[in-house]
């Protein structure tokens, strides 16, 4: 049995309208707030009332060192590239690939796609301002990048663990894999993954939103919801619970179903009789868990770390691997030792004759 290969598509679609009818419209009624006719005496009145309105926000980036900026471009610049490419040929041969139609290639799509999502949330904001004198970005652009930036890094969080429990299956139970990951399973799967995320998301940038700030330079090159934070006013319990919570549900809880898969996993692997089952299960397994290792390893390093006065310098180095360089990686190190990706690959750049490729299409 396969698996759905438009799941990716429809969870997408259900993020879309989420955006669509319950994001944006309330982005909209901020907004009518924030005029830039506001003259000053009123400005100076909202904030005696511990009530600012900002309707544009100044993103410091790095611009305390000007000659790093332009390599820092070219960096960003070659990394967003090859994200986009090295990503969505993934998902083009997971589409074109009859052997590619299983669970775990359709997670990997899913993965690619929400890579490239991540990216362009913030990258294309960073390159910009890298070149510009003036770093500056409106509300609602805000919004949307912080929006957007934690539903995809949320909802890979848990597509991690969802994959990390597909090679149990498959290793652990290879006679009812293709039973136990039939396609509704998998469709389950990825929808649940994309609804939380989707739904942290919303959340913690719904309340993020109404905190009153009293600033508007972000000490961050994108609008990074921490960063963010700093501006407050007034430090707010509930968005801090709102946080701990979020935190621990797409962090922590994850990573434990993650390590509990992956002590079935290694116990299963020395009893597979074949040496080439071993090595495909080492091979697999071994991609993910690299991936599993960079991805979570920035996360845990930025939102789970004790808060100091040199700390923000640190997160926008991570925030800068963890959203240009982490992504790039992912289709490199899950077709570096997967034969039946490289195939793939070769036959999507025309290295194999054409006549041998007509059971892919």
Known sequence: ?????????????????????????????????????????????????????????????????????????????VMYLTTLLGNSTLILITIL????????????????????????????????????????IIFSGCAVQMYLSLAMG??????????????YVAICNPLRYFIIMNRRVCAQMAMVSWMMGCLTALLETSFALQIPLCGNLIDHFTCEILAVLKLACASSLLMDMIMLVVSILLLPIPMLLICISYIFILSTIPRISSVEGRNKAFSTCGAHLTVVILYYGAALSMYLKPSSSNSQKIDKIISLLYGVLTPMLNPIIYSLRNKEVKDAMKKLLGKIPLHQTHGCL
């Open 154 to 167: 949320s909802t890979e969080c848990v597509l991690l663990a969802v994959m990390a429990y597909d090679r």
């Open 1 to 77: 049995m396969t698996c759905n290969k438009n799941v990716g598509i429809s969870a997408s679609s259900l993020h879309t309208q989420l955006l669509k009818n319950v994001f944006l419209p309330m982005i909209s009624g901020l907004n009518e707030w924030n005029s830039s006719e506001i003259n000053i005496d009123e400005r100076k009145k909202m904030q005696g009332e511990n009530f600012t309105i900002w309707s544009i926000f100044f993103l410091e980036g790095f611009s305390q060192y000007p000659r790093l900026e332009v390599v820092l471009f070219i960096f960003s610049l």
């Open 97 to 136: 690939d009859s052997r590619l139609k299983t669970p775990m290639y359709l997670f990997l799509g899913n993965l690619s796609f929400m890579d490239i999502c991540y990216t362009s949330a913030s990258i294309p904001t960073l390159l910009v301002n890298l070149l510009s004198s003036q770093k500056t």
